[in-house]
């Protein structure tokens, strides 16, 4: 084995496939983080549709969780990368075809996460809350939505972690990520263990650091034992 490779390419892998920072229109955490913070705004809208009364709210948003959550990713990134230009008849950028897929397909998951935030809320506190006059929208602002979150922590940050790995698949359609940066050094070079090994390092590096940060923070916002 000879790691020379990943030194001689370390500015090109990092800085370019997982920073984004570099000739290509690329980058791991380019693609990671707007998707999860568009996706998690795209997931409470429809986790709270799907909780609406109105069917003709709550239907399309059940629909649309169990469509997208029945499908690969991806296939939904096949679709935006073949479809859209064939019926609009302009080509879309690799960045914008991999950014709208992932925030579209990871609001589903994150829908579902929402939904079961706010619905294991305890009921009593529910009907003490609007014993008090409160609004339907102060309720969620105030009681609902504050106890939910804390609830949801864990399941967020494992679709997180599962949408920061998947940002891998964008290199099908020539998105320069992480792994695809290794693809062409390696394609160059021909040390895929090397490099694969070292890529695999790093995806685990920042999955077992969120991991770490979100343990932190659950037990910091856990109610103290009296």
């Known amino acids: 084995m000879d790691f020379q490779v990943i030194f001689n390419n370390f500015r090109f892998l990092i800085l370019q496939g997982f920073f984004g920072f570099g000739t290509f229109a690329g ?12 996706g998690f705004i795209l997931g409470t809208f429809i986790g709270l549709a799907r909780l609406a009364r109105s069917r003709w709210i709550h239907w399309p948003a059940r629909i649309y969780v169990e469509f997208f959550r029945g499908v690969p990713l991806v296939m939904v990134i096949f679709w ?73 922590i864990p399941a967020l940050v494992t679709q997180f972690i599962v949408l920061l790995k998947d940002t891998s698949l964008a290199s099908i359609i020539g998105y320069v990520d992480l ?37 932190r923070w659950e037990n910091r916002l856990s109610p103290s034992p009296s």
């Open 27 to 38: 980058g791991t955490l380019r693609l990671a983080l707007p998707a999860i913070v568009l």
């Open 179 to 215: 792994t695809k940066a290794a693809q062409i050094v390696n394609n160059r070079e021909i040390r895929p263990f090397e490099l694969y090994l070292f890529i695999a390092l790093i995806y685990w590096l920042c999955s077992y650091s969120m991991s770490r940060y979100t343990r």
């Open 80 to 152: 935006f990368w073949f479809i859209i230009p064939a019926l609009t008849g302009k080509s879309l950028p690799e960045y914008a075809v991999a950014l709208t897929a992932f925030v579209i397909f990871e609001a589903a998951y994150l829908a579902e996460i929402v939904r079961a935030g706010i619905q294991s809320v305890p009921r009593g506190q529910i009907e003490a809350a609007t014993a008090t006059g409160l609004s339907r929208a102060q309720l969620m602002r105030h009681v609902v939505l504050p106890q939910a979150l804390r609830n949801m």
